[in-house]
């Protein structure tokens, strides 16, 4: 499965290097580029901690430019962006590798990993899904 290439990561906040590691923003942005060959549009700013906190909505801006916004859980396929809320802001991403609620994604400080979006913990935070319209 195309996705076992992006489990057990090591996290590296802002790393563009996958072989380094990776926080969450940067992982989804490398399935898309090399399982979709969509790309994110750099905007150039210098990516800092307190800057990804204040600014999470960076990507959700540019995929639902391109995309459609899916609020039902139910309703989720594979390559499908998920957003997740934790402590009321939408600070964590992952992808969706199939359509029946598993999705990879990059923990801080822990290897990336595939989970049910259906679980208790995920399912409570989910805030939204976006399906890019890919180009390819």
Known sequence: MWSD????????????DLKQGSDCLRLVEEIYKKEKNYHVKEDNKQVTRDWYIQNPERLIKQAVEHGEIIKDITQLREFDAVFFKMKKVVRHIGVMIDNYGHFV?????RTSRVDDINARHWHKRFYCAVRPKFTE
């Open 5 to 16: 290439a992006y489990i057990g990561l090591n996290y590296k906040f802002g790393s563009h």
């Open 105 to 109: 994604h990059q923990l801080e400080k």
